[in-house]
C-alpha cells in the first residue's frame, strides 16, 4: 500500500494563495481515489475536495467551493490541493488520504472509508 507525504503548508494572508502537495510511495497511485480533509482546533475533521482514480472527476466541500482545486499527476504519484482566497477560517490541519478503488471514476468523500492517511501540513491564514 502506499504511503503519503504532505508539504506545502505555511503561513500566508487572508486572500492569498498556497498549493498543498501529497507525495505517494509506491507504483500503484493510480490505483487510489485521493481526498483532502482539514481539522482546525477543536473541530470535527472536514472534508476538502476529493478526485477520482484515473477519470479526472471531482468534488469538493461547499466552504472552498470554488477557490480550492484538487488535481492529480499520476505519473508523479502526487495530489495537489490549490488554495485560493483564503479566508481565516482556512486555518487548519490539511491532510490527504489514499482509498484503493476499483472504479476508476468515482470520488469518494467519505473519511471513513480511507484507510490511508498523511501525517497533515499546517494551514494558517492571517489578517
Known amino acids: 500500500q502506499v504511503q503519503l507525504v504532505e508539504s506545502g503548508g505555511g503561513l500566508v494572508q487572508a486572500g492569498g494563495s498556497l498549493r498543498l502537495s501529497c507525495a505517494a510511495s509506491g507504483r500503484t497511485f493510480s490505483s487510489y481515489a485521493m481526498g483532502w480533509f482539514r481539522q482546525a482546533p477543536g473541530k470535527e475533521r472536514e472534508f476538502v475536495a476529493a478526485i477520482s482514480r484515473t477519470d479526472g472527476n471531482t468534488a469538493a466541500g461547499d466552504s472552498v467551493k470554488g477557490r480550492f482545486t484538487i488535481s492529480r499527476n499520476n505519473a508523479k504519484n502526487t495530489v495537489y490541493l490549490q488554495m485560493n482566497s483564503l479566508k481565516l477560517e482556512d486555518t487548519a490541519v490539511y491532510y490527504c488520504?489514499?482509498?484503493?478503488?476499483?472504479?476508476?471514476?468515482?470520488?469518494?468523500?467519505?473519511?471513513?472509508?480511507?484507510?490511508?492517511w498523511g501525517q497533515g501540513t499546517h494551514v494558517t491564514v492571517s489578517s
Open positions: 488520504a489514499a482509498e484503493p478503488e476499483l472504479n476508476p471514476g468515482r470520488v469518494v468523500t467519505d473519511e471513513y472509508e480511507y484507510d490511508i
